[in-house]
C-alpha cells in the first residue's frame, strides 16, 4: 500500500514508443507480477556516464573538449528541468574529462557542478568539502571517479528521500544524453565496432528513460524532451540485436560469477548517423 | 472534499517518504561499505519498502568486459536481502540464496545483456522492511 501511493508504473524494456499513465495500478500487471514492487520509484537503471566514458577511451577516440557542455552555461539555464539535465550532462562531462585525465577541466566541472548542485538544494552531495577531497586527488583517476559516483549517489538519495524524482530522473537523462553525444560525436565511432555495439545497447536504457519521464506528472514532463527522446527511440528500434544463454561459471571463494552469454548488435551508419543528428538536436535544446 | 482527500494523499505520501528516509538511510549507510574502493558507484540508489512476499526488480544493462558489485541489504544485519539476476529469457544467472544470502557478489561480464534483478526478504528473517540495493563496477 505504501508504495503504491509513491511509485509510478514504468514500461519494460521492450516497450514501443508509447505514452506511459502513471497509474498505481500498473504496480501489479498480472497475478504473477502482484508481488512486484519498485526500487526507489523505477524498476531500472541507467548506464553510468563513467562506462561510456571508458568505452570511449577503449575505442582510442580522440579526447575533444570542445564536445562538452560548457561550464559557462550555468547562469543561462534556470528552469528546474533544464537545470536538472544540465547537472547530469556536467556528471557525464567530468568523467570524460577525468578519464582523458585533463584534471584542471574535471575541476572547472566539478567547481560548477556544485553550483547548478547548490541551485538545485543538492549542497549535501556536492558540497566545498567534495572540491576539496577532489582537488588533493587530482593525479588519481580512480579516486575522481569514486568521489562523482558516491556524490551523484548521495544526490540521488536526497531526491528520492524527498520526493523529488524530476530532478532524479531528469539528471539520469542529461548524463545518458551526454554520454551518448560524447560517443558519437566522432564520426570514427562508427569505425569501431565495439563502440558501435555499445551504442546500439542503449536502447533498453532510452526506452527506460522515456517511460521514466512519462510517468512523472504532467506538470513535471519537460514535453519537448520527451518527444525528441520518442524520435530516438524509433530509430533505436530499427537496430538488431541476438542474444545467446550461456550458463554462467560461479567462483564461490571469489564471491564472482562469471556471465558467458553472448550478445550480438547490428547499427548500420545511416542509423548511427541518424542517432548522432538527433542526440546534437535534442542536446542544443537543453543547452539553447 | 477533493482538497480534503488530496491532502490526506500528500500526507501519507510524505509521511511514507519520512518513513522510507528514516529506515532506509542506515541499511544504506551499512551497504556502501560493501561498494569498497575498487568499485565505482554507479551514482544511483535503488530502495524499496517490502512487505511479506513482496518482489522489488528492476532492470539494467550490464555491459562486457566490466565487473559489476551487487549489495543488497536490509534490516540491521546483513543475510536479510536475498536477490536474484535473470537474463531476458528468463534463466537464473545468480542467486545469493545459494550462497548463505552473501549480501554483495560480482558478475564479471563477458560480452553485454539486458537482466532483470529480483530482491525479496528472506522470509524466515524478516517479515517486513527496507530493501536497498547498490551497484558498482569496475573495469
Known sequence: MGLVLTLAACGGSDTPPQDTVVDSSQVAKGAEDARIVQLGGRNFSIPSPVQA??????????????????????????????RSLFLGMLGADMAYVTVHGDGQKALATLQTIERVGS??????????????????????EDSLLRFSGVAFRAADQYLKDNDRMDVSTYVLAGGWLESLHLTVSDPAAADNAELMARIGEQRRSLDDLVALIGSLPADEQD?????????????????????????????VAKRTTYINSKTGVTITSEQFARIATQVSELRSMILA | MRRYILSTILLAASSLSLQAQGLCAPIADRCEQHITSEYIPDGQFYRALLQG????????????????????????SDGLLLFAVYDRD???????????AAPYWDLAISNSLEVTIEAYLDPARSGSGCAVLLVGFKK
Open chain 2, 53 to 76: 512476499e513482496e518482489v522489488a526488480e528492476f532492470g539494467m544493462t550490464l555491459f562486457g568486459g566490466t565487473t559489476y558489485r551487487l549489495a543488497a541489504c536490509s534490516g540491521d
Open chain 1, 53 to 82: 566514458a571508458y568505452a570511449i577511451r577503449g575505442a582510442g577516440l580522440n579526447y575533444n573538449a570542445a564536445l562538452l557542455a560548457g561550464t559557462d552555461k550555468a547562469g543561462a539555464i534556470t528552469e528546474r528541468p533544464r
Open chain 1, 119 to 140: 541551485e538545485l538544494e543538492l549542497s549535501n552531495a556536492f558540497d566545498r568539502a567534495l572540491i576539496e577531497r577532489f582537488k588533493s586527488n587530482l593525479g588519481s
Open chain 1, 223 to 251: 514535453l519537448r524532451l520527451l518527444e525528441g527522446l520518442k524520435a530516438l527511440q524509433v530509430t533505436f528500434s530499427g537496430i538488431t540485436s541476438t542474444y545467446t544463454y550461456e550458463a554462467p561459471v560461479t567462483e
Open chain 2, 90 to 100: 528468463r534463466n537464473l544467472l545468480f542467486t545469493n540464496k545459494e550462497h548463505s
